[in-house]
């Protein structure tokens, strides 16, 4: 049993492999699993790794967030050296010289996924100006992190949640308030929405999705409320307070459910919608954010049961990495193909045509 919330985590690299599994395309192993042995919970478990089509959530909307979430609750953990360094005891304290250095880190951070987004999205194809998409996933990670930082580093605790209810309750009145020409306020369509007018009057070249992108401008704003809610729970879990670990975990999943009931009454008005990503989509995913991290710490750093982890721990230790190959850099599928091709004739028809969905 590890009860220390010192040092690094194991189970957030475990968590960030656990999401990376599934963006490395892991998704097609359950639906050649849905088609080879069509039950019922592998129908299920396929239908739910597609993305929702516009309103609603399904667990595929759920992997981009869980790696923002992350990305915030190692912040308090990434600072601490320098916090002790320094004889301070919160990042608010740190000298201004020190903080300079962390902020001329984070923006070179930043700006390397904002570049390597790029990459991801063909701008050396070269095809020219109009026809690049600009606006990626690794850089609203990238941008969503710095500002997050940037709060965490000068407000208190106090004031870090101001933040973050001022933010998701400022995108939701900006959302629904402020008109949009030739449609007026609140709609909240792909081509109606605030969101999406922002995108195509403001965002360079191409847009994802011809009328919005779905990591644009506007909708970046609100990512950086879930990288602060990561930022809260590292905060808590390793503060030093009267609670045990067992409290802690106990106080977090409470969190979390309180958090996925707000989503689920907000969505009332204000609906779900990963592609705009409504102050709702933040509640309820952050709530359930909170429970996969609370799980796989209860497992991993808790209990410390951390073998059956390994591969999840190294993919989440080179996560960008594996995401950028993911994308295009690396041809899996080719590579499957070449190393296991042959062994697929010695399998059954049913289970020969799972190996082959796989493969191609």
Known sequence: MNNSTNGRLISLDALRGFVMFWIMSGEHIIHALAKAAPIPIFIWMSSQLHHAEWNGITFYDMIFPVFLF?????MPYSFEKKMTLAGVKTPQQLPSYEKRKIYLSMLRRTCILLVLGFVVNGLLRFDGFDHTRFASVLGRIGLAWFFAGIIYLNFDFKKQLIWFFGILIGYY???KWIPVP???AGVLTKEGSLEGYIDRLLLPGRLHSTVYDPEGIFSTIPA????LLGVFIGTFLKAKCPFSIKVKLLLMALTATVLIIAGLIWDINFPI???LWTSSFVCFVGGFSILFFVFFYLIIDYFGFQ???FPLILIGSN???IYIAAEGLVDFKHTADYVFGGLINFT???WRFFLLYQLH
Not at 70 to 74: I, K, L, P, T
Not at 224 to 227: G, L, S
């Open 173 to 175: 009145v900006a959302m």
């Open 319 to 321: 996560s960008i990495l």
């Open 307 to 309: 073998k059956w982890a």
């Open 224 to 227: 950086i409320a879930t990288a």
């Open 182 to 184: 030739d449609f007026g």
């Open 70 to 74: 992350v990305a915030g609750v190692s």
């Open 348 to 350: 059954s028809l049913t």
């Open 273 to 275: 919608n990963k592609h």
